[in-house]
Structure formats: C-alpha cells, structure tokens
C-alpha cells in the first residue's frame, strides 16, 4: 500500500462526499455473475529484478515474427520498417507531442497531420480525409454511423468479406445507437448477393477490399446499386500497401473508405497499437468523425496549418459531437507518413508489386500440395487455402517446428465448422523463397 498517497481517513471522506458506504457501491451497475469473488491469482510480492527475469522467461516463449517462416496476416502484415522511421518519430518534438489544441505552438504536428491527411486521400482516391483514428475496426464502425447520419436511414449491411474483429467492432459500438447491423455469413469463395439485398432502407454497405479471406472484386457495380437506392458503399481496407496495385475505392465509387494504416510504417508489436484511416467525399466532411487540418496564412501572410474542423466530444458538446474517439493514433500516424513519404509514389507502386508476386509465387509452389486447395485465384497478398485437415492442428504442429504457417479461420470464426479446414496465408516483401520451401516441406510432410 507504500504506493497509494490516501489513507483510510482521505477514503471515508471521499465516500462520504459522493454519498456511498462503500467502494463496492461504485460497481453496483456491474452484474455480479461478472464481478470476482476472490482476488486475482497473482505471484507473491517480489523484488523488481526477479520480476524482469520471470517476464524475460514469458516473452522468450514467444515465437517472433523474424525468428522464422512467417505467413500470419488477417488484419496484421508484417513489412519493412526502414530505420530512418524510427529514428524521426523518436525525436522528442515528435515523441512526446501529443493532441494540438495550441495551433500556434504545434505547427510541426499540424503540418504533419495534414501531410498525413493529403496522403490518405491520394491512396484511397478520396478528397478528403481525418487526422486518424484508432485503428480499422473503430474506423469501420463510425463510417457505419457516419452514413446513417448522412442517409438519416438506420439498416447497416456488413459483407461476409470484411474482417470479424470489424464487425464485431460496428456491432459492438452500435448496439445501443437505434441502428440494425445486419452481418452476413462469412464466405471464402465470396458468393454472397450484396446487390440483392440493398433496399430502401439501407444506410450503407459495408465491405472489404481485398476481402478477408484475400478475394480481389470490382465494387463498381455495387457503388452504383447503393446509390440508385439511396445507400452509402463503405470500403474497408486491410491491407494499405495493396492500394498501390489495385483500383483504390474512390474510383470504384466508395462514399467512405477505412482502412488499417499498420502496414505502412508500423511494425506487428505482437498486435498494435493500429492505426485508423478515414477518408471520404467533400460534401460529407462535416459528418466526417475526427479532426481535418487546414492549411492558412497567418497575419504576415506565411503559411501554417490549423485544426479546421473538430468533431470530437473533447472539442465541442458532446451532443454535437459525431465521434467520442479521443486520440488519433499520432505517432503512428506520424510513422505512416514518414515510411510513404520514403516510399511515394513509384516506391509504393513497386512495393505493392513485389507484395503480389510473393503471393502468387507461394500460391504456385502450394498448388501441386496432395491436401491443399487454393480457394481463389484473384487475391494480392495474402489468399485461402482449404486443407485435408484442421487448420488450427496443422498451424501447432508447424509452430512447434518454428513455422507460422498462416492463420487458421476457425480462430476468428468458431461457431462455423465449415471454416475449420480453412487456412489464410499472406506474403510480403519479407517472405523468402526458402520460408515457401520450408512451409511446403512441413505441410507436405504434415498432411500425408
């Protein structure tokens, strides 16, 4: 208790200020079918070096994504960083700046926010986009607000295609909102009717491109759909560094796209921190959730760059407000900006283009596999296989071996026995010809 500055005395007289008895009336709006009956089990006190050495022992049962063949994806891909990111953003004008409610002492962030901004738009075929957001799920479910907001309708239609974690995100941010999430079923060989299903009372479409299970499609004719009838298309986008290659949503017809920024400047970290982006039309950006950094001339006439629109609780009443999100991700906004600004445009081009052909090489040393099935033949970077066996076994019994061999999608999708022999693979830039060699050996070896 050395660590606590109140004492018994300063506890009873804040209780008795807020008029409650006790600590536990304060959780009396928790069930208690959910409260702990006993304290957690936790090591006995220990000194802080013998702490460090036991969390050494635990992150060393780790199998890192460089220690071996690394094939993991659905959501999280692992590129490379180049050094001259980290060295920037570690910068302690960068490092520890953080939200700029002063304009005119935060110059260097706004002006790297709206660099940010202007990049998100050009890779997405936008015109306008935020200063970020938490990460693609969050992104995903205040697009979904966004658009009833705009359409004043309240049905919401998700893709089988789009990643579970942003759909349980939308249904979870949603669920209290007076708004229908309608999510259908997931869907490797992306069979599903979207254009069928939107009506009158259809928001938005929510869908992902390349789709979860890795699928490539032409959202043109659904775009058009959505707007004879009134309807928003949202674009997820799991994968930034594919929008190098393929059409980006806004010239597809996309009114918002989202999408996990991770990819590009940011390492896995063994799952975040993310990175929301948030892009969509000019006419909608007083919907937009966020902040948009502007560019001005001061009282001599210099250019400098000011929060131009905030829409955020913190900003403005919270009734006004279109988002309760409160932080932007800056320094990993910041990475994305710097690594794409490394990059521009040929070097992204080309990034996405050694990203495709790593795929398709791994896809074509997986075909002649006895056990293995290519589920698609239009994907970017990552794509479906169906095996002979249960992928999450084959994805055990290949980590033992110092193999991550994919991620099997009975781990996102449980409750669907008819995805358990499905396997996600993914290829970047980091992937060797000898980590395919490896991978194909161990699953030729493994489903015999």
Known sequence: MRYLPLTDADRKAMLAAIGVASVDDLFIDVPQAVRRDAPVE???????YEVERRLTELAGRNLVAGSGPFFLGAGAYRHHVPATVDALIQRGEFLTS?????????????????????QVALITGMEVANASMYDGATATAEAAAMACRIT??????????????????TATALQFSG?????????????????GRVGPETACVVVQNPGFFGRIVDLSALAAVCHDEGALLVVAVAEPVSLGLI??????GADIVVAEGQSIGNALNFGGPGLG?????????????????GQTVDADGRRGWVLTLSTREQHIRREKATSNICTNSGLCALAFTIHLALLGEAGLRKLAEINH???????????????????????????????????ADVVE??????????????????????LDEVLLLAATEMTSEADMDSLVAALKEVLS
């Open 277 to 293: 982006l948030f892009a969509t039309r000019e006419r909608f950006v007083r919907q937009m959730s966020g902040r948009v950094v």
């Open 98 to 118: 953080y939200t700029p409610y002063q304009p005119e002492v935060s110059q260097g962030t706004l002006q790297y926010l709206f660099e940010f901004q202007t």
């Open 397 to 418: 019994t290949l980590a033992s071996r110092r193999i991550l061999a994919g991620v099997p999608a009975s781990r996102f999708y449980p409750s669907y026995p008819e």
């Open 152 to 169: 004043r309708r309240k049905s919401i239609l998700l893709s089988g295609s789009l990643h579970p974690h942003y759909r349980s995100v």
């Open 42 to 48: 936790l090591p006995p006190h220990a000194s802080e």
């Open 357 to 391: 052909a790593k795929a398709v090489r791994l896809a074509e040393k997986l075909q002649p596999v006895k056990g293995v099935r290519l589920l698609s033949q239009t994907f970017f970077n990552e794509f479906a296989v169906a095996l002979s066996k249960p992928a």
């Open 179 to 195: 708004l229908t999430v309608e999510a259908l079923d997931p869907d490797p060989l992306d069979l599903e009717d979207l254009i």
């Open 247 to 252: 059409e980006p949503p806004g010239a597809m």
